[in-house]
Every structure is written in structure tokens, then in C-alpha cells.
């Protein structure tokens, strides 16, 4: 295994960003880790090693902040090997009660704040002609469920840019892959992680049966943060890894479920879906 690697990551102050940072710590792997508060990032990580760990303040939200971080990081470390876009959250809720807003500003988050760490990385993995992109979605971006209609949109645009920017770079020697997994025992499903819209509007009782659903399982899923932690890992060290990278037992069944009923829906529509061409 390449410890000498260097690692960018994403919000890396709490859940599978925290996890993930303490086990490549750990390993001996030099980290570049970000979070809107590098002090609280400093003592929730545990360490203070210059040498192998650099703590960034930044806000993900302005791209010059975002660049700056990325300089830093050369000129403590000289390279970036790896980048996990870990930062997000999530969001539920009927969407004629979702304001506006609160919109625009998930999709700033989970969308284009992953666009544009990938975008200011890319020329210096081009100039290295090497690296590794991880962009985390979530089999919701696949497999949707009753009240995330907005969240499902963010991680569904995670996951189409990770797979087009993969054949853009692949030329330079940088590999992508999108994590899309399920329900981890990490802190997505409390307020600091979740927005939750209450449904007051009568009627959209799917909505409101999956919210509760959903809230109750806080504490409870099957996930584990430290195996997904060490898969991230595992992965960075293959000489190809995969596309699309689905965790935990609930994603890969869903994801079956849904590539089954889609085949079977594509076949049955086989010649009206042909016949929207010109004839020959």
C-alpha cells in the first residue's frame, strides 16, 4: 500500500469524512481535510502533525477559497493523489413545501461545490499525469425514495458528472469513481446532517410514512463507517476501479431491483423507443 499518497478530503469534521481521515491517518498517509472550522476539525481528528496532517477552513461555497486550499495543500504536501468530495447533506420533505432557498443552497453543497474541487484539482493531476477522484453520491441518486425528491436530484448529478468527467480524463491517467451507498451509522440522519421540511400540506402520507421511517432509524443502520473508511482506501490502491461503487446490502438490493425492472421496462418499449427515429 502507497502511504506516501496524499489525500484531499472534503468534509472530513464528522461522520464518514471524520472516520475516513482518522483511518488514513492511522495507515500513515499524508491529509489535506477540510471543514468550515479547521480548529474543530484539529481536535475532532485528535491530531496535530504538521508533517502529515493539514486542517483547512474552507467554504466550499466560493471557488477562490476553495483554489487557496488547494495551493496549500501543494505546497505542505508537493502533490494531490486522492480527492474524496465527502462534503453534504441531506434534505426531506413534500417539494411544494421546500422553500426555494433552502433548494438552491443543497444543490450549492452537494452539486457544485464537488464540480468545482474537481475542477481546480484537475490541472494539477493533468501536469502529474496521475490521480484519483472519489465523489460520494448515494444509491438515492438511483434508487429514489418517497419525500427526497431534492436530495435524490443532488447525488443523481453527482453521479452523471462523476461519469462523464472519468471519460474527459481518463486520457491524463485520472480515475473517478462515484461511492453510492445506503444507510451508515454516521450522523446524516440528525440536524446537523439533515434538513427536514414537516409535511403539512394533507394528503402525501408516502412522504410522511418515509420521513418517519427514515428518522427512527437514527443510531440504527446497518452501515459501518469504518469498513466503508477502509474500502474508500482499498479502492485509491486499485489499478482500476469501479465506476460506480454502491455500499451496504440495502444498495446493492436496490440497485439489482431497480437495473432488473429498468431492463425489463426497456425491452417492452423496444419499438416504440426505436421507432422515434427517421426510417430507413
Known sequence: MNT???????????????????????????????????RALSQAVGLIDKDRFLPLAVDLNNPDCIQESIQQTLAAFG??????????????????EIEEQDIRNIFNVNVHSTIEVVKQVLPVMRKQKSGYIINV??????????GWSIYSATKAAVAAFSE???????EFGIKVTVVEPSGFRTGFLTKK?????TTNVEGYQAVKNTQDQYLSMNGQQAGDPDRAAEIFI???????????????????????KKLTAMTAE????????IGADFKS
Open 164 to 170: 462523464v468527467i472519468a471519460l474527459d480524463v481518463k
Open 79 to 96: 502533490r494531490i493523489d486522492v480527492v474524496v468530495n465527502n462534503a453534504g447533506y441531506g434534505m426531506t420533505g413534500a417539494l411544494e
Open 193 to 197: 446532517s439533515l434538513a427536514v421540511t
Open 137 to 146: 453520491g448515494s444509491v438515492a441518486g438511483f434508487v429514489g425514495s418517497p
Open 266 to 273: 426497456l425491452e417492452q418499449w423496444k419499438s416504440t423507443t
Open 4 to 38: 506516501s499518497k496524499v489525500w484531499y478530503v472534503t468534509g472530513a469534521s464528522q461522520g464518514l469524512g471524520l472516520t475516513l481521515v482518522k483511518k488514513l491517518i492511522n495507515r500513515g498517509y499524508k491529509i489535506a481535510a477540510t471543514s468550515r472550522d479547521a
Open 234 to 256: 482499498e479502492v485509491a490502491e486499485c489499478s482500476n476501479p469501479p465506476m460506480h461503487l454502491f455500499l451496504g446490502k440495502d444498495a446493492y438490493n436496490r440497485a439489482s
